[in-house]
């Protein structure tokens, strides 16, 4: 269900790739909440979530560098969509998540996809109008 649509792609090869990642990490998310056989889910959303975490902290990086490189002038607007982005998963609160575990899921799954593809097609495309 969650993959990386070719309308995603904005044509820096390593960025895509990074962003196809990002999708694949919300499929296993989509895929643990779809799984009925495990009923403490605590373990793996926080192991995914920590995945989440050091992938995307590795991402902005990675993508900042290269804006930088390029002289991006809208680096500075990137920055604070990232940076707001992982404030949002740092307030995730996993003290909850053993009584609401599939509304916690939920609401990171509908986060995460609407962070990717509105970033992706709003923000990211105009990176690689730069170029």
Do not use: C
Not at 18 to 47: M, P
Not at 63 to 73: A, D, F, L, P, T
Not at 121 to 129: P, Y
């Amino acid at each position: 269900m969650y993959e990386m649509k070719p309308e995603y792609f904005i044509g820096i090869p390593s960025i895509d790739e990074e962003h196809s990642r990002l999708f694949e990490i919300a499929e296993e998310i989509y895929q643990l909440q779809r799984n009925e056989f495990i009923v403490d889910k605590y373990d793996n959303i926080s192991a995914i979530l920590h995945k989440l975490k050091d992938y995307t902290i590795m991402h902005f990086n990675n993508e900042e560098e290269y804006m930088m490189r390029i002289g991006y002038k809208k680096l500075f607007t990137q920055k604070v969509q990232h940076d707001a982005f992982k404030q949002k998963l740092d307030e995730l609160n996993l003290d909850h998540l053993d009584d609401h575990s599939d509304a916690m899921i939920t609401e990171l799954l509908k986060f995460l996809t609407d962070w990717l593809v509105h970033h992706i097609l709003e923000t990211d495309k105009q990176i690689a109008e730069e170029v």
